[in-house]
């Protein structure tokens, strides 16, 4: 298991840029995968991308491709999320969670997050 902090939501406005930043605990990090999903009210949780352990492999989810960026650096236990374009449709409790192997399959990340919030103002 590992312990998972999420920081950087906040307030933007449509059109702006965020970048969400999960510090992980452990000496393992480079060994699991890591995804970022997102939970509007009423909606259900949304995978929105996944960078393997090595980041040589990254998934990005269609409904945010060309304005998301999922990326790591393994020597200081992060991962981020460069959001870029945000929309008020982009608005959501968003969480990072790990997985001890590569998956897009929500069940398999074990450990999450608190979440950190996002509001886009139109």
């Known amino acids: 298991q590992v312990q998972l902090v999420e920081s950087g939501g906040g307030l933007v406005q449509a059109g702006g840029s965020l970048r969400l930043s999960c510090a992980a605990s452990?000496?393992?990090?480079?060994?699991?995968?890591m995804g970022w999903f997102r939970q509007a009210p009423g909606k259900e949780r949304e995978l929105l991308a996944v960078?393997?352990?090595?980041?040589?492999?990254?998934y990005t989810a269609n409904s945010v491709k060309g304005r998301f960026t999922i990326s790591r650096d393994n020597a200081k236990n992060t991962v981020y999320l460069q959001m870029n374009t945000l929309k008020p449709e982009d608005a959501a409790v968003y969480s990072c969670?790990?997985?001890?192997?590569?998956?897009?399959?929500?069940?398999?990340?074990?450990?999450w997050g608190q979440g950190t919030q996002v509001i886009v103002s139109s």
């Open positions: 969670a790990a997985s001890a192997r590569w998956s897009l399959a929500e069940r398999d990340f074990g450990s």
């Open positions: 960078i393997s352990g090595n980041a040589l492999s990254t």
């Open positions: 452990g000496r393992t990090f480079s060994s699991y995968a």
